[in-house]
């Protein structure tokens, strides 16, 4: 007797789609404890942004490194920690080994301290002052990085789109058409998904080889562009049902307020760099 009701609602479940990660959708819910989720976008932007524009001009490998520190300690309190978080960690040290030593490979070793022999082929030779600008520029570039991780790994496009429309006042007829453009990145690699499988149910552009795999992508240009268009069509004729553009301003539904919490995070994080540039003052007094 109950095996009928469990088949018709088997009949009844949506089929699964593989649609693929939308960048630009809604954020999941996570825990409280994951502050950064609740700050507006242009306040964790705006934090970082003296750190990294003083970066640049650091030469030394203290300062880089304390804002790395800095900037894992938030990532690993503020976000949640994920495959990509780990996956990030793990990248930042390996890139940062990889530009400094090839930096150091290419400093020129006239303008560089020869007192520290590293490493001597024949008549080429690695110093340690090569070895240090170069690391020094690895970790300067990671720091960089990991703060800018600050704001991409806990802002969503929607979100950063109505806090520049409602806080730094960006024409909203900028600021959404922007958003729909973005938009039509995971649209395009759904469809392309959906393209290869029809090629490959029908048996069109087999074998393997270069010229194969060339044949194939040329049979998904035409295809692809024209869900492109018929894509462009409709969200042309939703945003024109909807007015939009035809007046200077609009009902937001969502709000991103800017509360007194931005302000403390960013008066903080401000504090917190003028304190590592001031304890390792990376410039000198010369």
Same mark, same amino acid.
């Given at each position: 007797?109950?095996?009928? &009701?469990?088949?018709?609602?088997?009949?009844?479940?949506?089929?699964?789609?593989?649609?693929?990660? @939308?960048?630009?959708a @809604?954020?999941?819910?996570?825990?409280?404890?994951?502050?950064?989720?609740?700050?507006?976008?242009?306040?964790?932007? =705006?934090?970082?942004?003296?750190?990294?524009?003083?970066?640049?001009?650091?030469?030394?490998?203290?300062?880089?490194?304390a804002f790395?520190?800095?900037?894992?300690?938030?990532?690993?309190?503020?976000? $949640?920690?994920?495959?990509?978080?780990?996956?990030?960690?793990?990248?930042?040290p390996?890139?940062?080994?990889?530009i400094?030593?090839s930096?150091?490979?290419w400093?020129? &070793?006239?303008?560089?301290?020869?007192?520290?022999?590293?490493?001597?082929?024949? $008549?080429?030779?690695?110093?340690?002052?090569?070895?240090?600008?170069?690391?020094a520029?690895?970790?300067?570039?990671?720091?960089?990085?990991a703060?800018?991780?600050?704001?991409?790994?806990?802002?969503?496009?929607? @979100?950063?789109?109505r806090? +520049?429309?409602?806080?730094?006042?960006?024409?909203?007829?900028?600021?959404?058409?922007?958003?729909?453009?973005?938009?039509?990145v995971?649209?395009?690699?759904?469809?392309?998904?959906?393209?290869?499988q029809?090629? !490959?149910?029908?048996?069109?552009?087999?074998?393997?080889?270069p010229?194969?795999?060339?044949?194939?992508?040329?049979?998904?240009?035409?295809?692809?562009?024209?869900?492109?268009?018929?894509?462009a069509?409709?969200? =042309?004729? =939703?945003?024109?049902?909807?007015?939009?553009?035809?007046?200077p301003?609009?009902?937001?539904?969502?709000?991103?307020?800017?509360?007194? !919490?931005?302000?403390?995070?960013?008066?903080?994080?401000?504090a917190a +760099?003028?304190?590592?540039?001031?304890?390792?003052? &990376?410039?000198?007094?010369?």
């Amino acid at each position: 007797m109950t095996a009928a &009701p469990q088949q018709q609602q088997q009949q009844q479940q949506p089929p699964q789609t593989n649609l693929p990660l @939308d960048p630009y959708a @809604d954020r999941a819910t996570a825990s409280p404890a994951r502050f950064l989720y609740g700050l507006n976008p242009l306040a964790k932007l =705006a934090a970082p942004i003296p750190a990294m524009a003083l970066l640049v001009f650091v030469r030394d490998l203290q300062t880089p490194t304390a804002f790395l520190v800095l900037a894992a300690a938030l990532l690993l309190v503020g976000v $949640s920690f994920d495959r990509r978080l780990l996956i990030l960690f793990a990248a930042l040290p390996i890139g940062a080994l990889v530009i400094g030593f090839s930096f150091a490979l290419w400093t020129d &070793p006239d303008k560089v301290d020869q007192s520290v022999v590293v490493w001597q082929i024949g $008549s080429w030779i690695l110093y340690g002052g090569a070895l240090e600008v170069g690391f020094a520029t690895g970790l300067r570039l990671a720091a960089i990085v990991a703060l800018t991780f600050i704001a991409g790994l806990s802002t969503t496009g929607p @979100d950063l789109v109505r806090a +520049s429309v409602q806080q730094l006042r960006v024409p909203y007829r900028i600021g959404y058409t922007a958003l729909a453009a973005f938009r039509f990145v995971p649209r395009f690699a759904y469809e392309l998904d959906v393209i290869r499988q029809a090629h !490959r149910v029908r048996g069109a552009h087999g074998g393997r080889g270069p010229f194969a795999g060339v044949a194939r992508w040329f049979g998904y240009i035409v295809p692809l562009l024209a869900g492109a268009i018929r894509h462009a069509e409709r969200v =042309a004729l =939703a945003m024109d049902s909807r007015a939009f553009g035809a007046f200077p301003d609009r009902t937001e539904r969502h709000l991103v307020p800017f509360r007194t !919490r931005d302000v403390v995070f960013t008066v903080l994080f401000w504090a917190a +760099s003028a304190a590592i540039f001031w304890f390792f003052f &990376p410039w000198g007094l010369a």
